[in-house]
C-alpha cells in the first residue's frame, strides 16, 4: 500500500503570501497525484489532476508540480478564502490513498 | 452538470450493516468509476474502494471483509453495504463519480454514527 505523507501538518498564513504544500509517496507513483481542498462542512473539491494539470474553474493561482515520490501544491498570493485542509490522493496503485491533510489558517 | 445525492441511515448500533446509496443525476461518461470515501470526524479521508461501469469492484484490504459495492444501471445508482459495524466507523461517508481514477464530483456526504 502507498502510503502519502504531507507537510506541514498546520500552516497559518497571512494573505497574499505564498503557500507550499509537500506530499511525498513512499514509492514513485508516476504522475497519478491529485489534490483536493475542503473547506469545513463541505465535501473536498479537486484542484489539481495528475500532479500539475489545471481544473476549470480552479482559481490560476493554485497550481501543482512534481512526479514520482515528490510532489507540490502552490497557492500564488493567498485569499482569505482559501481557508481549508489539503489532501493529496494518489491513483497510482490499489488500494487508492489519501495524505493525511493540511491545514491553512488565515491570520 | 453532474450531481449526486446520498441518503440511507445515519445511526447504527454496533454489528449492524451499514447500507446507503448515491444516486448520479447528469452523469454523461460512458466510462465511469464510483467510489466510497470515508472521513472520520476530525480525521482525514479514507478510500474505501471503488465500482466502475462493468461493474468490477476493487475495495480497501483493510476493509474488503466487511464491504460490498454494487451498481444499479437501471437507476443510475451507487450502493455500500458495511457489515458488522464498530465506533471506529463512524464518519462522514462521501459517494464519487468520475471518468478516470481520481474522485471528480462528490456527493454531500452522509454522516454515519455508530453507538449502543
Known amino acids: 500500500e502507498i502510503v502519502l505523507a504531507q507537510s506541514p501538518d498546520f500552516q497559518s498564513v497571512t494573505p497574499k503570501e505564498k503557500v507550499t504544500i509537500t506530499c511525498r509517496a513512499s514509492?514513485?507513483?508516476?504522475?497519478?497525484l491529485h489534490w483536493y481542498q475542503q473547506k469545513p462542512d463541505q465535501s473536498p473539491k479537486l484542484l489539481i489532476k495528475?500532479?500539475?494539470q489545471s481544473i476549470s474553474g480552479v482559481p490560476s493561482r493554485f497550481s501543482g508540480s512534481g512526479s514520482g515520490t515528490d510532489f507540490t501544491l502552490t497557492i500564488n498570493g493567498l485569499e482569505a478564502e482559501d481557508a481549508a485542509a489539503y489532501y493529496c490522493?494518489?491513483?497510482?496503485?490499489?488500494?487508492?490513498?489519501f495524505g493525511q491533510g493540511t491545514k491553512l489558517e488565515i491570520k | 452538470q453532474v450531481q449526486l445525492q446520498q441518503w440511507g441511515a445515519g445511526l447504527l448500533k454496533p454489528s449492524e450493516t451499514l447500507s446507503l446509496t448515491c444516486g448520479v443525476y447528469g452523469g454523461s461518461f460512458s466510462a465511469y468509476y464510483c467510489s466510497w470515501i470515508r472521513q472520520p470526524p476530525g480525521k482525514g479521508l479514507e478510500w474505501i474502494g471503488e465500482?466502475?461501469?462493468?461493474?468490477?469492484?476493487n475495495y480497501n484490504p483493510s476493509l474488503k471483509s466487511r464491504v460490498t459495492i454494487s451498481l444499479d444501471t437501471s437507476k443510475n445508482h451507487v450502493s455500500l453495504n458495511m457489515s458488522s459495524v464498530t465506533a471506529a466507523d463512524t464518519a462522514v461517508y462521501y459517494c464519487?463519480?468520475?471518468?478516470?481514477?481520481?474522485?471528480?464530483?462528490w456527493g454531500q456526504g452522509t454522516l454515519v454514527t455508530v453507538s449502543s
Open positions: 514509492q514513485s507513483i508516476g504522475s497519478s
Open positions: 490522493h494518489q491513483s497510482s496503485s490499489l488500494p487508492y490513498s
Open positions: 465500482i466502475n461501469h462493468r461493474g468490477t469492484t
Open positions: 495528475y500532479a500539475s
Open positions: 464519487t463519480y468520475s471518468g478516470s481514477y481520481y474522485p471528480d464530483y
